[in-house]
C-alpha cells in the first residue's frame, strides 16, 4: 500500500549522539533519504562533499537563500547552515521519508511550514553533561576552542526540548536507536499517512456484499 512520506526531524546539543543515531537509522532502512544539508563552515577531515554536507561559500550560500531554494537556514556557531528543498519534495512524492539533522531553529522552520503536518520530530538528550562534554572530546574531530563553544550552545539547544514530538535520552546507544525505530514505525502507520486505506476498506466491503 501506498504510504505519504515524513519529515523526521534529529535534533540534539551537539555530542548527544544524533548523527550516530542517524546513521544507523539509514543503515536499517536504506529507502530513507537523508537531508544532506549545505553549510558555510569547513569540511572536518574525512567530510566529502555532497556526503555529510554541500561544502558552499557564504555568497553561494546566500544566492540559495534569496532564490527559494531552502526549506529552512539558520545561523549555528557561526556558520550558515541549511536544507535544501527539491530533494524533500521528491522523496516526498516518491511515497520516501526524509531524514534531517538539524538544529532547533530549522526544526521550528520546518514545522511551520506546508510542510508541517508531515513533520515527526524528535529530540535527543545526553544522560549528563559531563558525559555530553566526554563525548564531544572522544569524537576527537573538534579543537578544544570548537568544544567549548559547543558546549556553551547546549544549554539554549537543550532549552528547545519541549518543542518536539518525542524525546529519547541517549544513555546506551542500543536502547536509543529501538526507541528511536519504534517511533518511526508507529508514525508510518498512522492513518492520514496511508491514503490507500480507503479504498482497501471499500474493497474489504465489496467482499463482504459478494459472500
Ligand atoms: P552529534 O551528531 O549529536 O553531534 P555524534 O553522533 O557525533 O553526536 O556523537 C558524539 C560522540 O558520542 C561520537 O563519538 C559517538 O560515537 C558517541 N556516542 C553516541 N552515542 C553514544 C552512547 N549512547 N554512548 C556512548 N557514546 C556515544
Ligand atoms: P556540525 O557543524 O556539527 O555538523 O553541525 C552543527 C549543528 O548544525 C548541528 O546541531 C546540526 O544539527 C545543525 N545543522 C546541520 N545542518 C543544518 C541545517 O541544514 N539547518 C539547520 N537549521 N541546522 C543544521
Request: charged share 30%; no cysteine; proline share 4%.
Amino acid at each position: 500500500m501506498a504510504r505519504r512520506g515524513l519529515l523526521l526531524i534529529l535534533s540534539s546539543p551537539s555530542g548527544a549522539g544524533k548523527s550516530t543515531l542517524a546513521r544507523r537509522l539509514m543503515e536499517w532502512d536504506p529507502t530513507i533519504r537523508f537531508s544532506v544539508s549545505t553549510t558555510t563552515r569547513l569540511p572536518r577531515p574525512g567530510e566529502e562533499d555532497g556526503r555529510e554536507y554541500y561544502f558552499r561559500s557564504r555568497e553561494a550560500f546566500e544566492d540559495m537563500v534569496k532564490t527559494g531554494e531552502m526549506l529552512e537556514h539558520a545561523e549555528v556557531f557561526g556558520n550558515f547552515y541549511g536544507s535544501p528543498k527539491g530533494p524533500v519534495e521528491t522523496a516526498m512524492q516518491q511515497g520516501r521519508d526524509t531524514l534531517f539533522d538539524i538544529d532547533w531553529q530549522g526544526g521550528q522552520q520546518i514545522r511551520n511550514s506546508a510542510l508541517g503536518r508531515d513533520v515527526v520530530s524528535i529530540f535527543i538528550l545526553p544522560p549528563s553533561i559531563a558525559e555530553l562534554e566526554s563525548r564531544l572530546r572522544s569524537r576527537a574531530q573538534d579543537t578544544d576552542e570548537v568544544i567549548a563553544g559547543r558546549m556553551a550552545k547546549s544549554r539554549d539547544e537543550i532549552s528547545h526540548w519541549a518543542e518536539y514530538d518525542y524525546v529519547i535520552v541517549n544513555t546506551d546507544l542500543d536502547k536509543a536507536f529501538a526507541e528511536l525505530t519504534t517511533i518511526l514505525q508507529a508514525e508510518r502507520l498512522r492513518r492520514d499517512r496511508q491514503p490507500d486505506l480507503s479504498d482497501f476498506v471499500r474493497s474489504l466491503n465489496r467482499e463482504f456484499e459478494t459472500r
